[in-house]
């Protein structure tokens, strides 16, 4: 499987942006797909996923309602929605494969190379 993330860049507070991730190989039976962030200094955390059977698991409560994720098998493209961006989004999003949903960064082994996203006050 490999991954390759998009859709990254510079934006006001309140902005919104839409992240894709191209999953080459995607089995959407088999694989869950999972969105990451990492701001500098700090570990890479977990944002949202989204299961093979489709259901979504937040991660991050800040983003909650801010954020949603969704698919498209057919274009084997998964999205992060994200709006009311905040300056504290600020971070290198990544989107990662594995067979179910985790919280934690090590069950993914497969990673795309990361988009960045500056949310600016």
């Known amino acids: 499987v490999q991954l390759q993330a998009s859709g990254g860049g510079l934006v006001q507070a309140g902005d919104s942006l839409r992240l894709s991730c191209v999953v080459s190989?995607?089995?959407?039976?088999?694989?869950?797909i999972g969105w990451f962030r990492q701001a500098p200094g700090k570990e890479r955390e977990g944002v949202l996923c989204i299961s093979s059977s489709g259901s979504s698991r937040y991660y991050e409560a800040s983003v909650k309602g801010r954020f949603t994720i969704s698919r498209d098998i057919a274009k084997n493209t998964v999205f992060l929605q994200m709006d009311s961006l905040k300056p504290e989004d600020t971070a290198v999003y990544y989107c990662?494969?594995?067979?179910?949903?985790?919280?934690?960064?090590?069950?993914?082994?497969?990673w795309g190379q990361g988009t960045q996203v500056t949310v600016s006050s």
């Open positions: 190989g995607y089995d959407p039976n088999y694989h869950a």
């Open positions: 990662g494969a594995n067979g179910y949903c985790s919280s934690w960064y090590g069950d993914y082994g497969s």
